[in-house]
């Protein structure tokens, strides 16, 4: 017969039993909360499928910024999340965001960006280092909102929304200027891009614009090339870009011979014939330089005097700078050859 109890020995059983289960219940909970790997790239991987994970490296609240509409124009918000959708993270997986025409790349050193190759979506979240990596905050500049708020009757065709998008995007890149800004003007681009292959020439311009300035990746000299030809059909700017990229494809820093002056000429003359002061501006030019073409003073003195009368203010002091070197032009002188184009 075993011998009974005291009242004791119950008592510190008791007190033996709980500290057991506190003791398994903290191991637990370490354990789910166990930092995975300080590597971003590899937490990420881990952190995109495993909902525990998430649970317990997220930050709460976590700061959510988004881009709303404010009356005809816009707004950058931030508010506190409590609740992250479970669904937005899982988007973290490469596969998944593939699964929905979307992409996930991993920027180092904390950043994740999320995006499809539209512009219509682009969610950055940022995450910090202390004892593990934590994620606290999304910035989500879809501007499909906004979009709707200013195209209530949805009359806008698809190629100028998303040339509209672009507009935004780029306007946003400029306005913010913070890190994000370079990820918004790849979004413009990604919108511009979508707007000229449904046949919008202003966004095939602004597309081939902003790849050449710098803010947005360079694409292929194929593709600027194909984009220009396109926009200066009806965008008589664009001609003028054109006329320039036969020339420098591009590298207006370097010094050379214009590579191809011929088809330079042909752009250039194009867009004066359809109505781009610069572009006079720029034929008289290269009649006075003798860059393109031969030299010819006269002729350069027609095209600034055509310039002129439409207004443009480089106009008139080239013409006097020509008329004190003692440059005349007669009738049989124009800015445009006879029998070209």
């Given at each position: ?22 003791t398994l ?165 990604n919108s ?85 002061p610069s ?63």
């Amino acid at each position: 017969m075993k011998p009974a109890m005291n009242r004791n020995d119950r008592m510190r059983n008791s007190c033996f039993k709980w500290l057991i289960l506190l003791t398994l219940g903290m191991s637990s909970s370490a354990f789910a909360a166990q930092c995975p790997t300080h590597d971003f790239a590899g937490f990420i991987k881990e952190f995109s499928t495993n909902p525990e994970m998430q649970r317990a490296f997220t930050a709460s609240p976590v700061v959510q910024q988004t881009v709303e509409p404010k009356g005809p124009a816009y707004q950058v918000v931030s508010r506190p999340l409590q609740v992250v959708d479970s669904s937005a993270l899982l988007l973290l997986a490469p596969e998944n965001a593939q699964k929905l025409g979307l992409s996930a790349t991993v920027q180092l050193p904390n950043q994740v960006y999320i995006r499809d190759n539209k512009g219509k979506i682009l969610k950055i979240l940022t995450f910090n280092h202390r004892n593990c990596w934590t994620l606290y905050h999304i910035e989500d500049w879809s501007l499909e909102k906004v979009l709707d708020a200013q195209d209530p009757s949805g009359k806008l065709s698809l190629a100028a929304r998303a040339f509209k998008r672009g507009e935004l995007f780029n306007q946003l890149g400029t306005e913010i200027q913070s890190p994000s800004s370079a990820q918004l003007y790849v979004s413009a681009l990604n919108s511009y891009l979508d707007g000229a292959e449904q046949g919008s020439a202003e966004a095939a311009f602004a597309a081939a614009a902003i790849s050449l300035s710098g803010q947005a990746p360079r694409l292929e000299n194929t593709e600027i090339l194909g984009l220009l030809i396109d926009a200066s059909k009806s965008v008589p700017e664009a001609g003028v870009a054109l006329a320039d990229f036969y020339c420098n494809e591009g590298d207006s820093e370097e010094t050379r011979a214009c590579l191809n002056p011929e088809k330079s000429l042909d752009a250039l003359v194009t867009a004066a014939r359809s109505g781009a002061p610069s572009a006079l501006i720029q034929l008289g030019s290269a009649y006075e330089v003798g860059a393109i073409v031969p030299n010819d003073l006269p002729r350069a003195m027609a095209c600034y005097e055509e310039a002129e009368k439409g207004g443009h203010e480089a106009a008139s002091s080239n013409v006097e700078r020509l008329r004190k070197k003692g440059i005349t032009v007669d009738t049989n002188t124009h800015c445009f050859k006879a029998g070209r184009f």
